[in-house]
């Protein structure tokens, strides 16, 4: 990825993707222990956090000398209280007091060293989960912003359950990896220093207490080889049934209207039920990969235990020194038990962290050139030049489009379903760029011009009118966010939305729902007007706005939308023509080829592509006069059309073909597929 093409992206972001494949090329020969390198991947998102890493590294140290501590004051107990013996060497300034002074000591020593302990806990607990929740923020802030600058093909062709998972559960893992570091640190400084402190009192005992060391070691390259595979395949079976919950809550209502929803549930249960017995799998071998950790600190502990004993009765070591270096190898063991826990987590967390950076090392297509122009003001001229385009794994859906549109016109955009009427406007916002030819605003390519700058010039009004599910007044306010409540209720009046808004019991104040689904289609289509009128941008794109709207509401958002297209460069997406008879250019399009442009009256005397829309929609005449034919005459006319419309032939080419046998006689009274034949006053 160029430099220039994610020069968008945060500085940390940056750093993290610029790294991220030396994460994946790591040679599974390696030590098990290898991945510990990608701690350096962190740091972009540590840096702005190191005052709390740096007191966590401190309490984490604290913690460290507490644990060494903690088994004194028993030894002192032990020994100098009840055995009568002088204090150890390591407490020889207590001595000269008395007992009772020495189990005084002992036993306020224990509860002090007590409270510490649990008091750095507690404060250790509070840094480490603000350390965490702030590095997640942080990620997930870079995901959402990237993921939300990433070109519409990557998003029509992503499922968005697993983008969700990626945003919201794996990008935890920066914390989760990062706050695990103080505890393994602490694991190998009290495994240090406990090692020097059992070497002082018996050097025997220290070095048996090591002997379980290689074998920690090489039950972690156990599960780097036959365990962390797994849990790659348990993520992706996890994130699969959150894109099954996303998809069946997105299109309930499909599901709900063809009663599927016996189906659907079963497809959830089939993937759940996977990824559970995938889970629980896992769970298993994990649990025995801990059991057998702790079963080689039980053998150590058991031999360092059998041999102390041997050294007490031999009198080399007192009961209380042989307390402490239980109490040390308890604790060392724990270190090491933890190191090997702490490992397979880390594994887990880092599976999850190269996920998450995945997203950010995704290529955005659309991206701001280096010096892109701020437009200061914008005429609306707009010119398509020679361009070509196409979507991934498809070929031609726009083929050499060339026109020219004037401030202030209007451009009706015609042609069959599938013939890229959508595309071709997709190229003017950028939410895709052409392969060949360019786009131009006011004589600039627009892949010239500031994305955020293009875009604030040019209100979109799409045929499925989408909203928030926050209220109506801030739905409108999207088109400017710092317009007044004035100004956001003059927009509703404009788009002919203020008299059912104020009928609402909370007016613009109601809550829309998930989608605005609490509205009808044409109330949510006359809302998103509402929000092209307060934007107020000098480019208007309508794409098929009344398509899917009874011709009652179509004609009271007709009336808003003559007065939004005033004044501006506007292209209508239509579906019914009787809507763009006096647009100042029409372009048919077909097959990705703009095959004819003009006016209504050019291209129906052009008698191409529109003029046959035209006819489909419109049907011919009726006749002034009916005329008097002979009945032989009539059963043959009827014979004849009847033939050619049950041929084998798609059903419009027929009637059309009907059409135009008896059209002209006065004979098609309908465009529907029956004929009505006149003659001697009879039907």
């Given at each position: 990825?160029?430099?220039?093409?994610?020069?968008?992206?945060?500085?940390?972001?940056?750093?993290?993707?610029?790294?991220?494949?030396?994460?994946?090329?790591?040679?599974?020969?390696?030590?098990?222990?290898?991945?510990?390198?990608?701690?350096?991947?962190?740091?972009?998102?540590?840096?702005?956090?190191?005052?709390?890493?740096?007191?966590?590294?401190?309490?984490?140290?604290?913690?460290?000398?507490?644990?060494?501590?903690?088994?004194?004051?028993?030894?002192?107990?032990?020994?100098?209280?009840?055995?009568?013996?002088?204090?150890?060497?390591?407490?020889?300034?207590?001595?000269?007091?008395?007992?009772?002074?020495?189990?005084?000591?002992?036993?306020?020593?224990?509860?002090?060293?007590?409270?510490?302990?649990?008091?750095?806990?507690?404060?250790?607990?509070?840094?480490?989960?603000?350390?965490?929740?702030?590095?997640?923020?942080?990620?997930?802030?870079?995901?959402?912003?990237?993921?939300?600058?990433?070109?519409?093909?990557?998003?029509?062709?992503?499922?968005?359950?697993?983008?969700?998972?990626?945003?919201?559960?794996?990008?935890?893992?920066?914390?989760?990896?990062?706050?695990?570091?103080?505890?393994?640190?602490?694991?190998?400084?009290?495994?240090?220093?406990?090692?020097?402190?059992?070497?002082?009192?018996?050097?025997?005992?220290?070095?048996?207490?090591?002997?379980?060391?290689?074998?920690?070691?090489l039950s972690a390259g156990y599960y780097t080889r036959h365990?962390?595979?797994?849990?790659?395949?348990?993520?992706?079976?996890?994130?699969?049934?959150?894109?099954?919950?996303?998809?069946?809550?997105?299109?309930?209502?499909?599901?709900?209207?063809?009663?599927?929803?016996?189906?659907?549930?079963?497809?959830?249960?089939?993937?759940?039920?996977?990824?559970?017995?995938?889970?629980?799998?896992?769970?298993?071998?994990?649990t025995v990969f801990t059991l057998a950790v702790t079963m080689i600190t039980a053998v150590g502990t058991a031999l360092v235990l059998g041999f102390g004993a041997r050294h007490v009765l031999q009198k080399d070591m007192t009961v209380g020194e042989l307390v402490v270096v239980m109490g040390y190898i308890a604790s060392m063991y724990k270190p090491l038990e933890q190191i090997s826990t702490t490992f397979s987590s880390l594994q887990q967390a880092f599976i999850s962290l190269r996920s998450a950076f995945e997203l950010l090392e995704t290529e955005p297509e659309i991206v701001e050139r280096p010096g892109a122009l701020a437009l200061r003001q914008v005429r609306g001229a707009i010119a398509f030049e020679h361009v070509d385009f196409a979507y991934g794994g498809r070929q031609g859906t726009l083929k050499d489009v060339s026109f020219r549109v004037e401030p202030g016109q209007c451009v009706a955009i015609v042609g069959p379903t599938g013939a890229g009427k959508s595309t071709l406007l997709s190229l003017l916002t950028r939410f895709y760029d052409p392969a060949r030819g360019r786009v131009t605003l006011d004589g600039h390519d627009v892949r010239d011009l500031r994305l955020n700058e293009l875009r604030s010039r040019i209100s979109v009004v799409l045929q499925e009118p989408l909203l928030f599910g926050a209220s109506i007044r801030e739905n409108i306010r999207?088109?400017?966010?710092?317009?007044?409540?004035?100004?956001?209720?003059?927009?509703?009046?404009?788009?002919?939305?203020?008299?059912?808004?104020?009928?609402?019991?909370?007016?613009?104040?109601?809550?829309?729902?998930?989608?605005?689904?609490?509205?009808?289609?044409?109330?949510?289509?006359?809302?998103?007007?509402?929000?092209?009128?307060?934007k107020d941008a000098?480019?208007?794109?309508?794409?098929?706005?009344?398509?899917?709207?009874?011709?009652?509401?179509?004609?009271?958002?007709?009336?808003?939308?003559?007065?939004?297209?005033?004044?501006?460069?506007?292209?209508?997406?239509?579906?019914?023509?009787?809507?763009?008879?006096?647009?100042?250019?029409?372009?048919?399009?077909d097959d990705g080829r703009v095959v004819e442009q003009g006016t209504h009256a050019e291209l129906l005397a052009h008698d191409g592509l529109y003029a046959e829309l035209h006819a489909a929609q419109q049907g011919a005449p009726l006749p002034q006069q009916p005329v008097t034919l002979q009945p032989e005459a009539i059963a043959e006319l009827q014979q004849l059309a009847m033939r050619r419309i049950r041929k084998d032939d798609p059903l419009e080419p027929a009637i059309r073909t009907a059409r135009s046998v008896l059209g002209e006689l006065g004979l098609w009274e309908t465009d529907e597929p029956r004929l009505s034949i006149v003659a001697g006053g009879e039907r």
């Open positions: 990825m160029s430099r220039r093409d994610l020069a968008h992206l945060p500085r940390r972001a940056l750093a993290s993707v610029g790294r991220l494949a030396s994460m994946r090329r790591r040679d599974e020969a390696e030590s098990p222990f290898a991945f510990l390198l990608d701690f350096r991947h962190i740091g972009p998102y540590l840096r702005p956090h190191k005052g709390l890493a740096v007191v966590s590294l401190i309490l984490m140290a604290a913690s460290a000398g507490m644990a060494l501590l903690s088994p004194w004051p028993l030894a002192l107990l032990l020994d100098t209280v009840l055995g009568n013996k002088p204090p150890p060497a390591l407490l020889g300034f207590l001595d000269g007091l008395s007992t009772y002074q020495l189990l005084a000591v002992a036993v306020i020593a224990g509860l002090v060293v007590t409270a510490l302990e649990h008091g750095l806990a507690v404060y250790d607990n509070y840094v480490n989960t603000k350390l965490d929740q702030s590095m997640v923020l942080d990620l997930r802030s870079d995901m959402f912003r990237h993921a939300q600058k990433l070109s519409m093909a990557y998003h029509d062709s992503k499922q968005m359950g697993k983008l969700m998972f990626q945003i919201n559960t794996q990008a935890a893992a920066v914390g989760a990896v990062t706050v695990s570091i103080p505890p393994l640190l602490q694991s190998v400084l009290t495994l240090v220093g406990m090692f020097v402190v059992i070497e002082q009192i018996q050097p025997t005992l220290a070095l048996l207490s090591l002997t379980v060391v290689p074998f920690v070691y365990i962390e595979p797994r849990v790659y395949s348990v993520r992706k079976l996890e994130g699969d049934s959150l894109t099954i919950v996303h998809e069946a809550m997105s299109m309930l209502r499909v599901i709900v209207a063809f009663g599927r929803e016996r189906h659907e549930y079963g497809k959830f249960r089939a993937q759940g039920e996977q990824a559970v017995a995938a889970r629980v799998n896992l769970t298993v071998r994990q999207y088109g400017r966010l710092e317009a007044s409540d004035e100004e956001v209720e003059a927009a509703a009046r404009a788009a002919n939305a203020h008299a059912f808004v104020s009928a609402l019991p909370k007016g613009y104040d109601t809550k829309l729902g998930e989608r605005g689904a609490l509205l009808s289609g044409g109330e949510r289509q006359r809302i998103s007007v509402a929000r092209a009128f307060l000098p480019v208007l794109i309508l794409d098929e706005p009344t398509s899917s709207i009874d011709s009652k509401t179509e004609a009271v958002i007709l009336d808003a939308l003559a007065r939004l297209i005033r004044g501006r460069t506007t292209f209508v997406v239509a579906h019914r023509l009787s809507t763009i008879r006096d647009a100042d250019l029409i372009l048919a399009v």
